[in-house]
C-alpha cells in the first residue's frame, strides 16, 4: 500500500464553531483559537498550584514556577536594569505562552499554533505597541530621539535615520518570523522523516533501512523540544532588549 505525505495539512486552520459571517468571510472559533484557551488555562493552572502554599520548602511544582519566574526575572533585569520590573509580569506571560504552546506543538496529532504567522505577528506586534505606548507617555517627544543617532554630523542624519526607522518598524516582522519559521521548519522535517520511516517499513526488502529515518526522527524530536524552548526563551529575551528602547531611549 503506498504511503503519502502532506507535510502543510497539519498546519490548516478548521473551524469547530461558526460564529457568523462578514461577507464572505467566515468568523469561526478555530483549533488554534481553542490551543491558545487551553495554554492560558495551563498557565494559570500551574501558577495558581504553584503559588497556592507558599510554604518555605516548595514543593516541585513550586519549585518549577520559581525556577521559571527568576530566569525571566534575571533576564529582564540584564537588559532593562531596575526600571524594567514593571514589564516582569507582561515578559513572564509571553514567555510561558510561546512555551507552553510550543510543547503542545510537540503533543502527537496536536496543532502547532505558533506555526502561524499571524499569531506570532499579533504576539510582536503587542510587544513593539507596548513599547511604543510607554516610550511616548514616559518621554513624549523625546522618545523618537531613538531615531537620532549621537554625535553622529548632521548632514549624516538624512540617511541614517530613515535607516533607524526602517530597522525598527523590521523588529516586530523578524521577531515573529524567527519563531513562526523555526517551528515551522522543524514540524515539517519532523513530518518528512515519519513519512520515510511509515514508507520504508511498506517497502519490502527496504524495510531493515527503516531504523536509520527512525533514529533520525527520535533526535529530530529531542531537537524540536530544544528549539521549542530556545525559540520561547529568544521571544523573552528580545522582548526585553526592546522594552529597553521605551525606558531608555536615547542612543
Given at each position: ?45 500551574i ?32 537588559a ?19 512555551l507552553v ?115 533520525l ?35
Open positions: 500500500m503506498a504511503v503519502s505525505v502532506d507535510p502543510i495539512h497539519q498546519f490548516e486552520l478548521k473551524p469547530l464553531v461558526s460564529l457568523g459571517h462578514i461577507g464572505n468571510q467566515e468568523i469561526a472559533f478555530t483549533q488554534s483559537a481553542l490551543y491558545m484557551f487551553a495554554a492560558v488555562g495551563v498557565i494559570a493552572l501558577t495558581i498550584v504553584a503559588t497556592s502554599s507558599r510554604s518555605v520548602v516548595p514543593s516541585r511544582m513550586q519549585s518549577l514556577a520559581e525556577i521559571f519566574y527568576e530566569f525571566i526575572a534575571d533576564t529582564l533585569h540584564q532593562t536594569g531596575d526600571e524594567g520590573k514593571r514589564f516582569l509580569p507582561l515578559v513572564f506571560s509571553l514567555f510561558m505562552f510561546v504552546l510550543n510543547l503542545f506543538g510537540m503533543i502527537p496529532y496536536a496543532f502547532a499554533v505558533t506555526s502561524h504567522l499571524i499569531i506570532t505577528f499579533g504576539l510582536a506586534a503587542l510587544v513593539i505597541g507596548v513599547v511604543i505606548g510607554y516610550g511616548v507617555m514616559k518621554h513624549g517627544s523625546h522618545f523618537f530621539g531613538l531615531f537620532v543617532p549621537s554625535g553622529v554630523p548632521k548632514p549624516l542624519l538624512a540617511i541614517l535615520v530613515p535607516i533607524e526607522i526602517i530597522s525598527f518598524v523590521s523588529r516586530p516582522i523578524s521577531l515573529s518570523v524567527r519563531l513562526f519559521a523555526n517551528v515551522l521548519a522543524g514540524h515539517i522535517a519532523m513530518k518528512i522523516f515519519a513519512f520515510f520511516v511509515a514508507a520504508l517499513l511498506s517497502a519490502g526488502a527496504w524495510s531493515v533501512l527503516s531504523p536509520l529515518p527512525l533514529a526522527t527520535i533526535a529530530l524530536t529531542a531537537l524540536e523540544f530544544l528549539v521549542a524552548a530556545l525559540q520561547a526563551y529568544v521571544f523573552a529575551t528580545l522582548t526585553a532588549i526592546y522594552l529597553n528602547d521605551a525606558l531608555h531611549p536615547g542612543h
